[in-house]
């Protein structure tokens, strides 16, 4: 699932815009990174923090993996 598709999904599931869907992730990416943890850094990123779009393509790899392994 696009990182576009699944924002709309949650954004529809709380009623809320897709955009306050962003501002939320993006705001807890920030806050988790003040002081990030071994799971926190292994997200693969460009920069110091990830970005929306890198969080939400480690999320999907890890969960898609954790299905495979079961």
């Given at each position: 699932m ?50 929306i ?15 495979t392994?079961r």
């Open positions: 696009k990182n576009r598709k699944i924002i709309e999904a949650v954004a529809k599931m709380y009623g809320v815009s897709p955009q306050e869907v962003r501002n939320e992730i993006n705001n807890a990416i920030h806050e988790a990174y003040q002081t990030p943890t071994d799971a926190a850094n292994a997200v693969k990123r460009k920069q110091a923090i990830p970005t779009d890198e969080f939400l393509s480690h999320i999907v790899c890890t969960i898609q993996l954790n299905q392994n």
